[in-house]
């Protein structure tokens, strides 16, 4: 929705905002794919207050603001319904006998008017238009009925529909905010199916299992690593929800005896987002998994991962090279894609040939050529890597190095004058050389290909809103005096910890929904190609060896930095054992 006047740049001209800062903003927003109002209001620059006046004085309406304890009742929001609000980011807040009055976030847009003043007409009232601020409408809208209410809603009229015959409908594309224009998809199945997704979007899970049980459908979210029960559905609606995702999915409906893969995209509150599927038969029928790619909270910069200053610096060095790899290492899970994609955002510029091979692709990056691997027609990442070198790239990302083709044929696209980046198995840093031997890359080239190592995990981000601080205990304090005292000297310098330690502990809040984390960051440690390892790898590859260098060139371990990110308040100390142990 176009805005005929910029508020980043009305806030600069008053000095509220620095041109710097409404640069990175509208960075961050394009990035993200949400509108800039949000970023805005994210930055603590401007207040909401600000930003609601600022476009009533623009469009020449009221504004409205709201107390933090303001509450709007449930008959009044609902007078506008839930798909139209997001759709339009409209907040009907007050009713009486002569006007309904609506809060817009988008005042301009000229089509959500008209369907205000026709719902307006429908309850024989006037319209009373009022600009409100992004904050304010994010808040009221989800004010509408819960979860569990719209599901058992919607299963109610489709057992009270005996023909079901309306569920297949369906597209590839798929709009989650303005479902109520599509007359045809207005039928309880394809209502489960969104609020099921909408849910975990707004649960910011990162998969949805949908999974046939003897008695029932359970549906079960991935949120913060952690994968939890949500709903408990009836195993007559199993085929209808399969049938309706599989639509979307683009993939056979008929075709239940081997796994698929396939993926839809929708807008879901304004943001576009794709959606990653795959079946697999089970004992009890087929499950589901379905994969949230929501860029706003995949896509990140490197700043944003989670990177200690000493290894932020190491990384955005071995960016810098013209050639060499830097591979990214760790289990399945522990956010190796996501520090890819961070990479390929810094090194994506207009000059800059970036060409991918991916298995599956996540996300798709504007100025990035992504390509797809297909094994079962022999279009492998070692078939594809043959054919990238004949596109001219300047950066080359293998989405993983899984066997000796692929490993060698990485090591020899770094070799003549590519950045290669990609992921490996591994549970450390210091691993990486003895895995790409077993490979089979030859010894003498490893020295003059790898650039850097940084081995990952993922932790759960304690709840700011409810984190409560404890003192640490003497077996605990013992750990972190050990872990501070083998920090590296440059280190040292720039640690401010002493005894007696504080630590923090989670605690569960309605921000939270009572885990006492939200979210997750990295911790990391980064092993770099110096002359002395080069020497280690080519003599051979004792691990006292590998130790001892990364000691002496200044590397911190996952577990020292899991300590200085629980020392910072970040992080439970318990999540520091459990991730690094």
């Not at 013209?322 to 894609?337: A, D, E, Q, R």
């Amino acid at each position: 929705m176009a805005v005929p006047f910029d508020l980043l740049d009305t806030f600069v001209e008053q000095k509220r905002v620095s041109k710097t800062d409404a640069s990175r903003m509208r960075d961050d927003a394009k990035r993200r794919g949400v509108d800039v109002e949000l970023v805005l209001g994210e930055s603590g620059l401007v207040s909401p207050a600000d930003v609601a006046k600022l476009k009533a004085d623009a469009f020449g309406l009221p504004v409205k603001t709201f107390g933090k304890d303001e509450q709007v009742p449930k008959e009044v929001l609902s007078l506008i319904p839930q798909e139209s609000a997001r759709f339009y980011q409209v907040v009907a807040f007050a009713k009486d006998s002569a006007a309904l009055s609506v809060g817009m976030v988008h005042p301009e847009n000229s089509k959500a008017q008209e369907a205000l003043k026709f719902i307006a007409q429908g309850l024989g009232v006037t319209l009373k238009l009022f600009a409100i601020a992004y904050a304010d409408y994010a808040r009221f809208v989800s004010g509408y009925s819960t979860f569990g209410e719209a599901i058992a809603q919607s299963l109610k009229t489709f057992k009270q529909d005996d023909s079901q015959k309306n569920y297949l409908p369906g597209h590839v594309s798929i709009s989650f905010d303005n479902m109520q224009s599509l007359k045809s998809e207005e039928t309880p199945i394809i209502k489960i199916v969104s609020d099921i997704v909408r849910h975990g979007i707004s649960e910011r899970a990162s998969d949805i299992h949908i999974e046939p049980e003897p008695a029932r459908l359970r549906v079960r979210y991935r949120i913060d690593g952690d994968l939890a029960s949500a709903l408990y559905l009836p195993l007559e609606v199993h085929q209808a929800i399969l049938s309706r995702i599989k639509i979307m999915a683009n993939i056979k409906i008929d075709e239940t005896r081997v796994p698929q893969d396939g993926r839809f995209s929708g807008m879901v509150d304004g943001k576009q987002i794709d959606f990653r599927v795959a079946t697999f038969p089970t004992a009890n029928g087929e499950k589901v998994a379905i994969r949230i790619l929501d860029p706003s909270v995949g896509l990140m910069s490197l700043e944003e991962l989670g990177f200690s200053p000493w290894n932020l610096e190491k990384t955005k060095g071995a960016l810098l090279k013209p050639f060499g790899m830097i591979l990214v290492t760790g289990p399945t899970g522990s956010g190796k894609s996501t520090s890819l994609y961070a990479m390929l955002q810094a090194l994506n510029q207009d000059g800059v040939n970036i060409v991918t091979l991916e298995d599956p692709i996540e996300y798709f990056v504007p100025g990035i050529n992504q390509s797809q691997v297909l094994p079962e027609i022999g279009y492998t990442f070692g078939f594809g890597l043959r054919s990238i070198l004949r596109q001219d790239p300047n950066v080359v990302m293998v989405g993983e190095i899984r066997d000796q083709e692929t490993a060698e044929l990485a090591v020899h696209a770094a070799l003549t004058g590519h950045v290669m980046l990609s992921t490996l198995h591994t549970n450390n840093a210091l691993g990486t050389v003895p895995r790409l031997l077993d490979l089979g890359v030859q010894r003498f080239l490893i020295p003059s290909t790898l650039n850097i190592v940084i081995s990952q995990r993922l932790v759960r981000r304690l709840c700011d809103n409810c984190k409560k601080q404890v003192q640490a205990s003497g077996e605990v304090e013992k750990v972190i005096a050990d872990a501070l005292a083998a920090l590296p000297e440059p280190v040292k310098a720039q640690v401010p910890y002493k005894k007696p330690f504080a630590l923090y502990e989670p605690v569960g809040c309605d921000v939270c929904k009572g885990k006492g984390t939200r979210g997750r960051l990295g911790v990391y440690e980064i092993l770099t190609m110096t002359p002395e390892l080069e020497a280690i790898v080519l003599a051979g590859t004792a691990d006292d060896k590998l130790a001892a260098e990364a000691r002496r060139q200044g590397m911190t371990t996952m577990r020292q930095e899991g300590v200085l990110q629980a020392l910072a308040g970040k992080i439970s100390f318990a999540e520091v054992l459990k991730e690094t142990a």
